[in-house]
C-alpha cells in the first residue's frame, strides 16, 4: 500500500503544507499547517492508508531538522530530512 507523505515548511514567511510533492496548502502559523496535515493524515488512516508527516523549516541548503509523526504512534526523534 502506498504511503502519503505529507511534508510542512517554512517559505518565505508561510507555512506550506505538500503531499508527495504537490503543495496543498499554505498556513501563516505552524500550528495551522501541522493541524491540517494531521487531519489529511487522519483521513487516510481512516480510509486504511499509511501516511508520514516531515515538519521543518527549509534552509538555504535545502535540509531541515524534522521530526516524523505516524500514524498511531507516538512522536519519533528528530531525523535530518530533505525539504
Do not use: C, F, K
Request: glycine share 12%; charged share 25%; aromatic share 6%.
Amino acid at each position: 500500500m502506498p504511503v502519503e507523505r505529507y511534508t510542512v515548511s517554512l517559505r518565505d514567511g508561510l507555512w506550506e503544507v505538500w503531499l508527495d510533492g504537490r503543495l496543498i496548502a499554505g498556513q501563516p502559523s505552524e500550528m495551522g499547517a501541522v493541524g491540517l496535515a494531521e487531519a489529511l493524515s487522519y483521513a487516510a488512516a481512516i480510509r486504511g492508508g499509511h501516511s508520514r508527516l516531515l515538519v521543518g523549516a527549509a534552509s538555504d541548503n535545502g535540509s531541515a531538522w524534522a521530526r516524523r509523526l505516524r500514524s498511531g504512534d507516538q512522536e519519533a526523534p528528530p531525523e535530518r530530512a530533505q525539504v
